[in-house]
């Protein structure tokens, strides 16, 4: 019960967040590339977070800043979700050499550390916010995979599937009305993980130059703008980092929540 | 025993030519080529197309990837195009200083989690629990660099009693924080599944002292999913490595990787990459072993 408040409040975070940013033309004081100060200025009554070190408003920026994240993170979690689905959907099915050659390709993918693929294709490519969520989603598919395969896994032996076939269903038919509403509740868990994971990697690959480039704002490249001015103008990196653990950790709470509504089991022997 | 080992070790030949496949192309598929970035543009066309027969940038890409496989199989990934030193060579000198940050790490990561996921487990709820649970939720949603700059922020820019750059204490404490988090819960988790196994109370119950129940009937059972966890968490100690290296100016293979990106220096990457990659299945294989050991029933499941 206790897990369940928290991914309330989480989902009223959430809400409030996306209110901000699908709003932010309304509600942002200032234009976000508007220079309002004098370099950069402490948080006031004209500006709320401060300026930064152009003397941009700081609270506009990370109005605007939240569409660029909050968007970034849900495309590359649809695209995972997508290709995650399909890959476990299909191996879990079909079994056999399938299932391994797709399980090989999902080992060789865990086996690097994503955040250098990542940004070894972002170097490649023209680093603008439409490869970086293309790149996060091609990077992070592989444990909604997994899942998926392990779901369907045990689906594929429960006996409705054999009905459904012995009434002549087709294979997708089968797969995608039949077995896959029923494996829905652990990929709704990994969605919400996934988007707190896909923020996260947005952020880092900001912060390093290789994601959303500037004049646009996302949380990750104002806090590598905010970088050099730590002594001088620390509100630039604080405020746009508790934003991004804000976001991310309401993510959490809402997929911890979901997780514990499917299985009973676990708010018993879990906390 | 023995034969599951080599089925493992022989899993591995397949994943490491996934991966230099997919790797390989990864950087050379890219458009434009190295050499605009290394040699003066205004070059003799001759003197280049020399220059590329040198680097082998002038055969078919599969020739490139067959040469490049032949001579990594000999340890030789080439030289550096920034450097001119053998890449090994290069990552040879990084190497020690990411492995004493990571293994620090490590240690410094088990030598906590296992204290406070069991008494979280054991005391349920407690003040303690209670407070480790947001610790854990803070650090598994905290960005790494961010922590590693406010971190900096604080005991470097404030409070001057760490330098920023240059000193272990800083990035060690935020990859901490940063792995610590997750694996505290997954403990927690374990151990609670444990404490509720009939056998337990069959210990309880033949007036085993509370102290002997907890630390060697449970903890050894719960210490199982928490040796998975730690083989599977390694691309991410890794990658935290390239973000915390290059934050902190630590001069080891991860900051050498980004900035081997950043300059398309195409064997170094190549190079750093194979390494991680062999670094991470070694460790995964390990825990799977150690897993074995500990657990005879994995050992007899088919495949």
């Not at chain 1, 649809?78 to 079909?94: P, S």
């Not at chain 1, 689906?155 to 797969?175: K, T």
């Not at chain 1, 001088?232 to 976001?247: K, Q």
Request: hydrophobic letters at 55%; charged letters at 15%.
């Amino acid at each position: 019960m206790r897990r369940n408040k928290a991914a309330i409040f989480g989902l009223a975070i959430m809400a409030i967040f996306l209110g901000l940013a699908i709003f932010a033309p309304v509600i942002a004081p200032y234009s976000p590339d508007e220079i309002s100060s004098a370099g950069a200025s402490p948080p006031s009554w004209q500006h709320l977070f401060g300026t930064d070190d152009l003397g941009r408003d700081v609270l506009s920026r990370s109005l605007y800043g939240a569409r660029i994240s909050l968007s970034v993170g849900a495309v590359a979690v649809v695209i995972a979700l997508l290709l995650g689905t399909l890959a476990g959907a299909v191996a879990g099915y079909y079994g056999g050499w399938v299932d391994g050659s797709i399980m090989r390709a999902v080992d060789v993918m865990f086996a690097f550390p994503s955040i250098f693929l990542i940004l070894a294709i972002q170097a490649m490519l023209t680093p603008n916010i439409y490869n970086v969520m293309f790149v996060i989603g091609l990077t992070s598919w592989m444990g909604v995979a997994r899942l998926v395969r392990g779901e369907f896994l045990r689906i594929r032996q429960l006996q409705y599937v054999e009905a459904a076939r012995a009434i002549g269903c087709g294979d997708l038919r089968i797969i995608f009305r039949h077995m896959l509403p029923n494996a829905q509740g652990p990929i709704i868990v990994a969605a919400t993980l996934g988007m707190a994971g896909a923020i996260l990697t947005e952020s880092a690959l900001s912060f390093l130059g290789m994601g959303v480039q500037p004049p646009m704002s996302s949380w990750g490249n104002m806090l590598m703008d905010s970088q050099a001015y730590m002594r001088d103008a620390p509100w630039m990196s604080i405020i746009p980092g508790l934003l991004i653990m804000v976001t991310v950790l309401s993510l959490y709470f809402i997929g911890e929540g979901v997780r514990e509504t499917l299985s009973p089991k676990e708010r018993h022997a879990g906390s | 025993m023995r034969k599951f080992v080599l089925n493992r070790l022989l899993q591995i030949i397949p994943l490491l030519l996934g991966i230099s496949l997919l790797s390989f192309l990864v950087t050379r598929l890219a458009p434009g080529d190295p050499t605009a970035l290394f040699i003066d543009p205004n070059i003799d066309p001759l003197e280049l197309a020399r220059v590329r027969a040198n680097w082998g940038l002038d055969q078919p890409i599969f020739i490139q990837y067959l040469v490049w496989l032949k001579n990594a199989l000999l340890l030789d990934f080439g030289r550096s195009y920034t450097t001119g030193l053998p890449v090994i060579t290069e990552i040879g000198e990084r190497l020690p200083m990411t492995l004493l940050l990571m293994i620090s790490s490590f240690i410094l990561t088990l030598l906590i989690t296992i204290p406070v996921g069991v008494i979280s487990a054991v005391k349920k709820n407690s003040w303690f629990d209670n407070l480790f649970t947001f610790i854990s939720f803070a650090g598994m949603a905290i960005p790494t660099f961010w922590l590693g700059l406010m971190l900096m922020l604080v005991f470097s820019v404030k409070l001057h009693w760490l330098p920023a750059v240059g000193n272990l204490a800083l990035p060690l404490i935020t990859m901490t924080i940063g792995s610590l988090a997750g694996l505290t819960r997954y403990q927690r988790g374990a151990m609670l599944e444990v404490l509720n196994q009939e056998y337990i109370r069959v210990a309880r119950a033949k007036g085993l002292p509370e102290r002997v129940v907890i630390f060697k009937h449970a903890l050894r059972n719960a210490l199982l999913p928490t040796i998975t966890i730690l083989g599977l968490s390694l691309p991410d100690l890794f990658g935290g490595a390239f973000v915390i290296e290059t934050i902190f100016a630590w001069p080891g293979m991860g900051r050498l990787g980004v900035q081997a990106i950043f300059q398309r220096n195409y064997p170094t990457i190549m190079g750093i990459v194979m390494l991680s990659a062999i670094l991470i299945i070694v460790g995964n294989l390990l825990a799977d072993i150690a897993y074995a050991i500990v657990d005879p029933r994995i050992r007899y499941e088919k495949k």
